[in-house]
């Protein structure tokens, strides 16, 4: 079964840190370009960052640029968001997304909630 | 504010048919990048519905179609059913936005 699955969310403090992981299955991981979106409460989904097959392209929303790394490990079918300098505006569900090949994001995870209060 | 316009809220009773809009510019839908839909249950995570304007993948009920002229999209769902009742987002690209990737703001559906 195609799944990902990530983890790492949490409660952190107003300018803390955190590191998101998803964990991929039931396909090539290293063959797919893939995404982070998340959905703050009540809210619409938000694209946060992007990052090719191989790593060597990445894109960030201006949002997050600056505070948020994407990196992957294709060996351990693992993607990863570093989040630092976190604010009350980055509270959301996070979830990952395969990117199907430029025809939208076609597997989502479940998604983890990041909430950033004292 | 998204770049993508989506009405907030559509509303339509069993079997009949509604459509949602998604109204950009010529720097996304008009300067001729693809259009996604997704369908987001209650307290779950968003479902690709219709990939590149008019696709459906293949678990996707014909129900679902979608269209794109112009500056604009839509999706179209006939015959609908109570669990219909959805979130809807539009996706495409933006050619003036850090890393191009641009949601619409969604629509939520009624089935009265």
């Known amino acids: 079964e195609v799944q990902l699955v990530e983890s790492g969310g949490g409660l952190v403090q107003p300018g803390g840190s955190l590191r998101l992981s998803c964990e991929a299955s039931g396909f090539t991981f290293s063959s797919y370009e893939m995404n982070w979106v998340r959905q703050a409460p009540g809210m619409g989904l938000e694209w946060v960052s992007y990052i090719s097959s191989s790593g060597s392209t990445i894109h960030y929303a201006d949002s997050v640029k600056g505070r948020f790394t994407i990196s992957r490990d294709n060996a351990k079918n693992s993607l990863y968001l570093q989040m630092n300098s976190l604010r009350a505006e980055d509270t959301a569900v996070y979830y990952c997304a395969r990117d199907w090949i430029g025809d939208g994001m076609d597997v989502w995870g479940q998604g983890t909630t990041v909430t950033v209060s004292s | 504010q998204s770049v993508l316009t989506q009405p907030p809220s559509v509303s339509g009773a069993p079997g009949q048919r509604v459509t949602i809009s998604c109204t950009g510019s010529?720097?996304?839908?008009?300067?001729?990048?693809?259009v996604h839909w997704y369908q987001q249950l209650p307290g779950t995570a968003p479902k690709l519905l219709i990939y590149?304007?008019?696709n459906r993948p293949s678990r996707v009920p014909d129900r679902f179609s979608g269209s794109k002229s112009g500056t604009s999209a839509s999706l179209a769902i006939t015959g609908l059913q109570a669990e219909d009742e959805a979130d809807y987002y539009c996706?495409?690209?933006?050619?003036?936005?850090?890393?191009?990737?641009?949601f619409g703001g969604g629509t939520k559906l009624t089935v009265l």
């Open positions: 996706q495409s690209y933006d050619s003036s936005l850090s890393g191009h990737v641009v």
């Open positions: 010529s720097s996304n839908i008009g300067a001729g990048y693809d």
């Open positions: 590149a304007n008019t």
